[in-house]
């Protein structure tokens, strides 16, 4: 009987330790690259095509799409190229703001974020931020 205890434990503690193997990894890749985790390169036919209101697709992809992609000067039409039609618009005196919702883990929050994209009269890139909702 105490050499079946012992040998469950052992089992026990094997599965564990092999278990535990894959989630030991996974963060020891979280914690050297923190954000590799969560950020995947941008592709504008997947961006386009995230599938409904606050997805991971998006939330994964907009660090790379403004760190690589955003520059200011690129046109209203450059943008819709990209990312597609805005999921919203708004027009204060002659600028104006496109918005998109991401989501997921770069957000870190029960709400949706969002990138807006801002253009002067002549429809170039002004400028851009990142938010959530609260």
């Known amino acids: 009987m105490r050499h079946r205890s012992r040998a469950l434990a052992i089992a026990g503690a094997s599965l564990v330790v092999i278990g535990g193997v894959p989630i030991t990894i996974g963060m020891v890749r979280f914690f050297r690259h923190p954000r590799s985790v969560f950020v995947?390169?941008?592709?504008?036919?997947?961006?386009?095509?995230?599938?409904?209101?606050?997805t991971e697709?998006?939330?994964?992809?907009?660090?790379?799409?403004v760190g690589h992609h955003l520059e200011g000067g690129l046109s209203r039409s450059e943008i819709a190229r990209l990312l597609g039609p805005s999921d919203d618009r708004t027009q204060k005196g002659r600028s104006l703001t496109w918005s998109y919702e991401i989501g997921g883990p770069l957000v870190l929050?029960?709400?949706c974020g969002y990138l807006t994209v801002r253009f002067d009269p002549k429809s170039r890139v002004t400028g851009?931020?990142?938010?959530a909702d609260d």
Do not use: I, N
């Open 40 to 54: 995947d390169s941008f592709d504008s036919q997947a961006w386009r095509s995230h599938g409904g209101y606050c």
């Open 57 to 65: 697709t998006r939330g994964r992809m907009v660090e790379d799409f």
């Open 109 to 111: 929050t029960p709400g």
């Open 128 to 131: 851009w931020e990142r938010y």
